[in-house]
């Protein structure tokens, strides 16, 4: 499973075209006003969904309604976001500030599997370059695998729904995620696992 995901990466990576003309600082002090925005519009819903829950009730038709609102607008921006990958590629911290460079992952991880799959070799060579966070790369990855069903690589996707106490949801060979965090420049999963109160008991292989 992991050796396939890292080839059919691999083969979306070399598919993408990567020759994008050098930007002037006119036009990239203007995408960073563009992508700052873009975040803004991704964030503001989902910074009162629980005030919206428990003013309109969570299975209430108005409830519904506000998150069909939020997907309508996750659509509008994913587009709006892959618009400017195509045409200026991933756009790293220096080039566009740390808040802008998020707003990319941000809209991406929100948005549909197929955008994930095609724009991911990109955030992987922004995050090689250190123009972007690994953590945005890992939960891009494994918000993607989660979405289709298939277990994640390197345990940043939580159910906090199933039970009592939050779980991670399945995770490739588990033995091993140490191995593959630390190769995209994440910590080890002891530490994540802790912060979050989730008790990990499963010892790492070499």
């Known amino acids: 499973m992991v050796e396939t995901m890292k080839r059919s990466l691999f083969i979306l990576f070399l598919g993408i075209n990567f020759s994008v ?5 006119e036009e990239l002090d203007s995408l960073k006003v563009q992508l700052e925005t873009v ?21 209430s038709d108005a409830y519904e309604y506000f998150w069909e609102v939020v997907e309508l607008q996750d659509k509008v921006l994913e587009k709006e976001i892959t618009t400017i990958l195509d045409k200026y590629g991933w756009l790293g911290i220096s080039q566009v500030g740390r808040w802008a460079n ?22 992987k060579a922004s995050v090689v370059k250190k123009e ?53 420049g994440l910590g080890a999963i002891e530490h994540f696992a802790r912060d979050r109160e989730i008790k990990w008991t499963i010892q790492q292989k070499d």
């Open 21 to 25: 003309n050098a930007q002037s600082k």
């Open 132 to 184: 972007s966070q690994p953590i945005h790369y890992a939960r891009l990855i494994d918000r993607m695998l989660i979405n289709t069903d298939k277990p994640q690589l390197y345990g940043t996707q939580i159910d906090y729904a199933s039970g009592e106490a939050p779980v991670f949801f399945p995770i490739e060979n588990p033995e091993y995620i140490n191995r593959r965090r630390e190769e995209i």
């Open 39 to 59: 975040l803004m519009k991704d964030q503001t819903f989902r910074r009162i969904y629980l005030e919206a829950e428990n003013k309109l009730g969570k299975d």
């Open 102 to 123: 998020t707003a990319i992952w941000g809209v991406l991880q929100h948005g549909s599997v197929a955008s994930k799959e095609k724009y991911a070799p990109l955030l």
